[in-house]
């Protein structure tokens, strides 16, 4: 990867008012065709649905390194590639940075980045395909993002998640996550957000639910547990208020993980799975095989837990799921596909409905109001 640090600041104080507790109360939004029952992700006339997908790295890093938005060919024939080799779900890691334009060089960001990211999502869903959209990497007040918190920041996070809500609100399929891996820091931090180490505020999930339902967006919400993602023993005690009731337990599992073996899926995933929809966002190895992947996904099939398989890239060593971008696959990437294509054929079709037209502006960051915290400040 090119890594190139970039002076912190570009000036720009972008902040948005929204509510800070939690919400409540019955919404009235716009039914969006893939929702949640019980426990279970489901499409129109209520049929489960087993999201089976890849990772497609690359938006998360190249925008604030400086060289590009993605890392890799972004046109449809790359994502028939995809879909050929078994996946209906691609999880797109996001830059906040990048996104609402500041603290990164401007070449790649803003409303650049915001149009990029818009017709890529176009692009998956004519392909026939879902879309999760993860904020992955941020950082608070004017250090670049250039890598992974341990929690959103709320100066950031906060109108990254009204921007992005109010582009893609009412998408039929597309889902957002609201965090990549959080970690460190306690449930009730996890939850209602806290001050972190180093003086600034962390955005609980709660806060991230409400700004995201404040825009009228109905699409489901995926919260990642904490232990970068591996830990969900504390998400139904401390699960944020969705008045929707469209919540999903987001889970991370490789081999080095805490919870990495079918005792500990059993004893600490599988209750979580029998009370809310679990998608596995990230599942992967670094071992060049696919023994580790193809347990995990025969056991998420067996519980009804969606996966997505980290990564679908060529230079990023045995963690790569192909050799190439026509998607031949490596020997890990074999065992995945198989996997996948296991999940596909337990779940009903995604949505079908018509494609939304790409905004002719995709939402920007909310004016400054009286009184909301700066986003640029420290």
Do not use: K
Not at 294 to 320: K, R
Request: hydrophobic share 45%; with cysteine.
């Amino acid at each position: 990867m090119r890594w190139t640090r970039w002076a912190a600041g570009l000036g720009l104080v972008i902040s948005v008012s929204v509510p800070a507790g939690r919400a409540g109360g019955a919404a009235q939004v716009e039914q969006t065709s893939l929702q949640v029952a019980g426990r279970e992700l489901v499409a129109t006339a209520d049929l489960p649905v087993l999201l089976a997908g890849v990772n497609r790295a690359g938006t998360e890093y190249a925008c604030a390194q400086g060289w590009g938005i993605f890392d890799g060919p972004s046109t449809a024939a790359s994502i028939a590639a995809i879909r050929a080799f078994g996946a209906d779900t691609i999880r797109v890691p996001l830059n906040e940075d990048c996104w609402l334009g500041v603290n990164v060089p401007p070449t790649f960001s803003g409303a650049v980045y915001r149009r990029a990211i818009t017709r890529y999502v176009r692009t998956i869903e004519a392909g026939g395909m879902a879309v999760v959209l993860d904020l992955h990497w941020g950082a608070p007040g004017y250090a670049p993002a250039l890598g992974q918190e341990a929690m959103p920041d709320a100066g950031h996070a906060v109108p990254f998640w009204h921007s992005v809500a109010t582009t893609f609100g009412g998408d039929p399929r597309v889902l957002y996550e609201l965090f990549n891996e959080p970690h460190d820091v306690t449930w009730r931090c996890w939850d209602l957000g806290c001050t972190m180490p180093g003086g600034w505020r962390a955005a609980g999930m709660q806060q991230l639910v409400d700004t995201i339902r404040a825009t009228g967006a109905p699409q489901p919400i995926i919260a990642d547990g904490l232990a970068w993602g591996n830990d969900l023993t504390g998400f139904l005690g401390h699960r944020p208020v969705d008045p929707l009731h469209r919540l999903v337990a987001g889970f991370h599992v490789y081999p080095w993980s805490g919870c990495s073996s079918v005792t500990c899926w059993d004893r600490q995933v599988a209750p979580v799975a029998a009370a809310v929809p679990v998608v596995t966002t990230e599942v992967g190895t670094r071992a060049c095989n696919g023994a580790f992947a193809s347990t995990y996904l025969s056991w998420a099939g067996a519980h009804h837990i969606s996966s997505i398989a980290w990564v679908w890239d060529t230079n990023e060593g045995c963690y790569d799921l192909v050799h190439d971008y026509a998607g031949a696959p490596t020997a890990y990437g074999s065992a995945v596909r198989a996997g996948l294509l296991r999940l596909r054929g337990q779940s009903a079709a995604l949505p079908s409905g018509p494609v939304p037209a790409a905004p002719a502006a995709p939402a920007g960051p909310a004016p400054p109001s009286p009184g909301a915290p700066a986003a640029g400040a420290g």
